[in-house]
């Protein structure tokens, strides 16, 4: 089996409207699947939050968290997420 970027997967379970209204937004802005859509609505909002997020035009671009130091930029604190195994606080 190929190396997945990827290996975690989550499983969300939502309703016509929400899938109506993602479905929507997807297609309102061009991006090539629900995961991505996704993806870039995870971003953005963990962007209101001050986190430092990915920016891709691809679908496999379309990815949550950057690594990056946890400095400030003069657009706010940002701060960094570790994820297990990466050794980040």
Do not use: C, Y
Not at 38 to 46: D, V
């Amino acid at each position: 089996m190929a190396d997945l970027t990827r290996p975690d997967r989550l499983q969300i379970m939502l309703n016509p409207e929400e899938i109506s209204a993602l479905d929507d937004w997807r297609f309102a802005h061009r991006l090539p699947s629900r995961a991505a859509a996704i993806r870039e609505l995870l971003r953005r909002g963990l962007a209101a939050e001050g986190i430092v997020v990915t920016v891709g035009k691809h679908s496999a671009s379309f990815g949550v968290l950057q690594d990056a130091p946890a400095t400030s930029d003069g657009n706010g604190p940002k701060r960094r997420v570790s994820r297990p195994g990466d050794g980040g606080a």
